[in-house]
């Protein structure tokens, strides 16, 4: 990809964002600004915010690259990432909405009253906020190492920078503006290079179907391998190495490997024929990428595919930074509609991933052997179009990309700010927001700069699984169920999420290595959100006792329409 062109297109992205959150700085004003916004937002602006900021690095180039590497199977992710705000819209935004809270925390306090629940959901409010945030920095580096062969942490630094004044010079008005605005930037991204690819692919004579016959090189290429791999070959296969083989130095060698496995070390080239099929290769002990998460997935299908959409599903209703947009809404009524409206807005954007994921198994086959799969979305453009087209198309998906960065980090980033500011540090004012932005950005950024990562969307649906394991039964028990107690939402919360999360870190750490154990620690939200509803209600009830006085009122405010409570007050 041209630099000339990308790199002004993400610098433009970047001064056009630091632009329009000026525009919501000037108008916020007062504590309530920098948290809801008021309340003022109507549904149009907040569905769009909400599509922004939830369609992330995972959405914008990490469906695109698991479809490359595992197929049609993948698409699970997008209708998960969908229909997740179908039983948001079902169970939750207009209690959520009526409830009056700020964050998550206070949505405890208000139903359980309860000091220690409201801090036990703050942590996993903080928890689940930067374990989001991480791929979104480490996907901003990969997208500008790819344009300019910058260093992995630079795209990180820039985002965390310009996240950080944004949300802290002006709050949830400056992040509703910036995050509709860029929702129709990453539509845009997306789709007009869309239309050009798929107009490219029908005249260029290849395959009609990308997932009929093993991935293949449509021509001669040249592959460096960046970390120490494995070569699993079922078939012998010749090819061209400028490296290290199987602990043997080789100097533009031409090679016939055997079937079985191969090792190849890092700074190895290899050049491959055209119809080669590509071999499938794993990592070495040690790198935090093997075994990815996504491999359980091909050894028990079945058991991934219902575990993905389990934590997919009931995940978005707890995800800090979806939440927090549905306090900004005027009335119950409003949430709702702002439901629907981004059940549309985000439907609509998913359709794209998986035609760059399809075309880039066609043209771009190597990124499955080089673990690169997540920049696909970047170099199809050059892949099929090339010349200045293509550069300008490529400038363009970039400006996406890093648009997609920016809005999911400013949500995190409000939503862990406004739970440290409330919790954590000693006053509630904006300035001690503004600290609490900082330590929100801090932390990720360090994380991304210190170790490596999953693939974006792994490491996301990874916070969707806790995500799901933790909010989901609170929220839901706590809005439908008036026999929930503070120990047994305690207690629920600390089970399943704990567990969600302790199953999170072990498969970041690529342990275990395979097998039953494996498969259940990657997708964890199969067990760990039945564990955490039944500990819940078993919980309760055996602490009947602890029910707090006034249940019955605050679930009626909860249920009730606005006009209505107005009427029963007069």
């Not at 309530?32 to 309340?39: E, M």
Request: glycine fraction near 12%.
């Amino acid at each position: 990809m041209n630099s000339a062109y990308a790199v002004p297109a993400v610098a433009l992205v970047v001064v056009s964002t630091v632009l329009v959150g000026a525009f919501g700085l000037r108008i916020s004003r007062t504590t309530s600004d920098f948290y809801v916004a008021s309340r003022t937002v109507g549904p149009r602006l907040n569905a769009a915010a909400i599509s922004g900021e939830y369609l992330s690095a995972a959405s914008f180039l990490g469906i695109a690259g698991l479809v490359l590497v595992q197929g049609p199977d993948m698409l699970w992710y997008p209708v998960g990432y969908t229909a997740g705000y179908l039983v948001l819209l079902l169970f939750v935004a207009a209690p959520l909405r009526r409830s009056g809270a700020y964050t998550l925390p206070d949505f405890a306090e208000a139903r359980l009253a309860s000091q220690a629940v409201r801090r036990l959901a703050g942590a996993f409010v903080v928890g689940v906020g930067w374990l989001y945030l991480l791929p979104q920095l480490q996907g901003a580096g990969l997208t500008l190492t790819v344009l300019t062969g910058a260093p992995p942490w630079l795209g990180g630094l820039i985002v965390a920078v310009v996240v950080t004044a944004i949300v802290a010079a002006g709050g949830m008005r400056s992040i509703t503006f910036v995050q509709a605005f860029q929702y129709w930037l990453k539509l845009t991204a997306l789709l007009v290079p869309a239309l050009f690819l798929v107009l490219a692919w029908q005249g260029d004579g290849a395959p009609r179907r990308a997932f009929d016959e093993p991935a293949a090189f449509r021509e001669q290429r040249a592959v460096r391998v960046e970390d120490t791999l494995t070569l699993d070959l079922t078939a012998p296969l010749t090819v061209t190495a400028d490296g290290t083989v199987d602990g043997r130095g080789h100097d533009g060698t031409r090679l016939r490997l055997s079937a079985g496995t191969h090792r190849i070390e890092a700074g190895t080239r290899l050049t491959f024929a055209p119809g080669t099929e590509v071999p499938e290769a794993g990592r070495q002990a040690g790198d935090t990428l093997s075994p990815s998460w996504a491999e359980s997935g091909e050894d028990r299908p079945l058991y991934a595919t219902y575990g993905l959409i389990l934590a997919t599903f009931l995940g978005t209703m707890g995800l800090p930074h979806v939440v927090v947009r549905f306090y900004t809404s005027p009335h119950g009524v409003a949430a709702r509609r702002t439901t629907v409206a981004v059940l549309a807005l985000v439907g609509a954007f998913y359709l794209l991933p998986p035609v760059y994921g399809a075309l880039g198994r066609l043209y771009a086959p190597e990124l499955a052997l080089t673990g690169d799969a997540d920049a696909a979305v970047l170099l199809l453009p050059d892949r099929l179009i090339g010349g200045a087209g293509g550069d300008l198309l490529g400038a363009l998906v970039a400006g996406g990309a890093f648009a997609a960065f920016l809005s999911t980090a400013s949500g995190l980033t409000m939503a862990v700010a406004g739970v440290l500011t409330q919790d954590v540090l000693p006053a509630r004012g904006v300035r001690h927001f503004r600290l609490g932005t900082v330590l929100a950005m801090a932390v990720p950024l360090a994380a991304s700069v210190l170790v490596g990562g999953l693939p974006a969307a792994d490491a996301v649906g990874l916070a969707f699984a806790v995500s799901a394991s933790s909010f989901c039964p609170l929220l839901v028990l706590g809005i439908w169920w008036r026999r929930l107690t503070p120990p047994g939402a305690a207690a629920g919360m600390l089970v399943g999420g704990g567990s969600a999360l302790i199953a999170v870190a072990a498969t970041m750490a690529g342990l275990p290595r395979g097998g039953v154990v494996h498969a259940l620690l990657a997708w964890p939200a199969l067990w760990s959100v039945p564990l955490a509803f039944l500990t819940m209600v078993l919980v309760s009830l055996a602490t009947p006792g602890r029910v707090p006085a006034g249940t019955a009122a605050i679930l009626a405010r909860f249920h009730l329409p606005e006009e209505l409570r107005t009427e029963v007050n007069t």
